[in-house]
């Protein structure tokens, strides 16, 4: 009976070292997020990226639990500075956006970065000129 649990704990072991060497083998050192008038944009700097393949970019709106997939960027190597822009979210008029990365090694294991949020504010001149064309159709 003590063999399967002695089994188990060196399978969950060997999972989190796995883990852990992921994380310890890409170093995040920022992941941020600010509001622009059409989009959101994020940006991220790597220190050491040892077998990182890409980062996958997650979006929840108004919830930190529910994320889809809404693209991807390619790992170009060490102290690398990224960028993506979420132009959906101007579509939405959701005030509140949860952003994470999902950084996938070659092996396809991954790691989730911490969550950011970020507040969206529709501009004001955007939401003036889509009312004027409203009025005329």
Known sequence: MKKPLKITSIACLLVLL??????AATE???FTGKNESDSI???WKTGTEDNLNRF???RSASEPNNYVNIGSVTA??????Y???DNASAMNSVPVYYYR???VDNNGNYVYSQTIT?????SSVRDTWGSIKAIFR
């Not at 970020?118 to 529709?122: A, G, Q, S």
Request: proline share 0%; net charge negative; glycine share 6%.
């Open 56 to 58: 996958e970019i997650e």
């Open 101 to 103: 990365l999902k950084l």
């Open 18 to 23: 796995a883990a852990g060497i992921l994380y």
């Open 118 to 122: 970020v507040t969206h504010v529709i």
């Open 41 to 43: 944009l994020l940006e």
């Open 83 to 85: 960028y993506f822009r």
């Open 76 to 81: 170009i190597g060490s102290n690398s500075y």
């Open 28 to 30: 995040l050192q920022y």
